[in-house]
């Protein structure tokens, strides 16, 4: 099995900045695409930004130029940078990891718990 970690969540001012972390572990062959989603209370889960074994990013354009997605290979762990924070980037933020657990095995997606990032004055 693989287990997804979150942290970095937390309250932060308009304009502030706050980093996300996810880490894997368990058994993994190896992980391909890799991606933040948010849910925000009364809304659905919306993707933020996504990062491809080959290192492409897509970005929703309501994050483009504020948010940055990256990723540790060595520590299996996912990485988002959030600058210019608004209070509408107020959500739980999930991270989402595709795995493969053997070398001919089809990857199964697995989820972080999500962490909440709120910010407000």
């Known amino acids: 099995q693989v287990q997804l970690v979150e942290s970095g969540g937390g309250l932060v001012k308009p304009g502030g900045s706050l980093r996300l972390s996810c880490a894997a572990s368990g058994s993994i062959f190896s992980i391909n695409a890799m991606g933040w989603y948010r849910q925000a209370p009364g809304k659905q889960r919306e993707l933020v930004a996504t990062l491809s074994s080959g290192g492409s990013t897509i970005y929703a354009d309501s994050v483009k130029g504020r948010f940055t997605i990256s990723r540790d290979n060595a520590k299996n762990t996912l990485y988002l940078q959030m600058n210019s924070l608004k209070p509408e980037d107020t959500a739980v933020y999930y991270c989402?990891?595709?795995?493969?657990?053997?070398?001919?095995?089809?990857?199964?997606?697995?989820w972080g718990q999500g962490t909440q990032v709120t910010v407000s004055s």
């Open positions: 989402e990891f595709s795995v493969k657990l053997e070398k001919f095995s089809r990857p199964n997606d697995y």
